[in-house]
């Protein structure tokens, strides 16, 4: 019996572990997840809601490049838990194709399907980047569905335009719109195998090289109205922040999400009691540990 695989990619922020976190809500399987996240703290892993035993971790580099190496034996680790399913999340800058591949080389598993998000406020933004736009425009490549996400924070025209791109980018395959990555859980069952069609594959890329991550650890606490503020001043160069902040005053920590100039903080009663942050750009945009150090109200 073959364990089937599906690869969720899509870029920083775009829903991954809203989507998985879906799928296993709902899931009466067995169901094993390999997360990757690009920076040196793997929030996902305790983002991802399920067993801490059926969750394997990945950080600190790119699944589809520096850490292909990583993939076979987190499968093979994965496996040994006897999951009926296998989820994988590549990195947001990582390419789900080339993940894909190498769950294609492992007889015990068979490929499910690949699905990728975009956030449909940003993908046009995304995919015209210089810096960018080629990681967003790769991730589309053998997918089987596009969820396009965050729709109810886009306006009209600006979804219309992401239509417009995937219909360019992606022929033929189905897209779904969604908020929160909510969509009927029967579309993740109907692969079209689009990898099968999917053109030769083009040279890795080295996301290692082309972005660049820094974390925040320590047992400092900031006060609220100024991490706000720091937040909401953050330069777009700035492509994702998460992770746990101590705020003073409050009993808990806070979730942080920052995704392309729009953040969310939310009490996280079980994170650890200390602030653990991590942030990711496009290399030489900024120096990252100083922005960090500076939301932190500290001087670097
Ligand atoms: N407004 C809005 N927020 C969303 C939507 N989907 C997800 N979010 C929020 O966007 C943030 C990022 O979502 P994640 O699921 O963590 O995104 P991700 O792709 O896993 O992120 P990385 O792993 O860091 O690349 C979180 O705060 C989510 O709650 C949506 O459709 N609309």
């Known amino acids: 019996m073959t364990v089937p695989v599906t690869v969720v990619g899509g870029f920083l922020g775009a829903g991954k572990t809203t989507l998985i976190n879906r799928i296993l809500a709902a899931a009466p399987a067995r169901t094993a997840v390999l997360v990757n996240d690009f920076g040196e703290i793997n929030v996902d892993f305790d983002l991802v809601e399920t067993d801490d035993d059926l969750i394997f971790e990945l950080s600190g580099g790119c699944i589809c490049c520096s850490m292909a190496e990583g993939v076979g034996p987190a499968i093979k680790r994965a496996l040994t838990t006897r999951p009926e399913v296998i989820l994988i999340e590549a990195s947001g800058v990582g390419e789900p194709r080339r993940v894909a591949e190498f769950a294609l080389l492992d007889p015990a598993l068979r490929l499910d399907m690949i699905v990728t998000l975009a956030n449909a406020v940003e993908l046009s933004e995304q995919v015209n980047d210089p810096l960018i736009g080629d990681t967003v425009v790769r991730q589309f490549d053998g997918a089987d569905l596009i969820v396009l996400n965050h729709t109810d924070t886009a306006p009209p025209e600006t979804l ?18 969604t908020v929160a990555a909510e969509l009927p859980l029967d579309m993740l069952t109907a692969s079209t195998h689009a990898i099968f069609s999917a053109g030769p594959l ?11 991550s820094a974390t925040f650890v320590g047992p400092d606490a900031v006060e609220r109205a100024g991490f706000e503020a720091a937040l909401t001043a953050l330069p777009r160069s700035v492509l994702r922040l998460k992770g746990w902040v101590q705020i003073t005053d409050e009993p808990v920590p806070m979730l942080v999400q920052y995704v392309a100039g729009r953040w969310a903080l939310t009490p996280a ?23 960090l150090q500076n939301i932190m109200g500290s001087k670097p």
């Open 202 to 212: 083009v040279d890795a890329s080295d996301h290692d090289g082309m972005y660049s």
């Open 160 to 177: 219309a335009e992401a239509h417009a791109i995937l219909r360019r980018l992606a022929v033929g395959r189905r897209v779904v719109e």
């Open 269 to 291: 009663p079980d994170a650890p009691a200390e602030t653990r942050l991590v942030a990711i750009a496009a290399s030489g945009e900024m120096d990252l540990a100083e922005t």
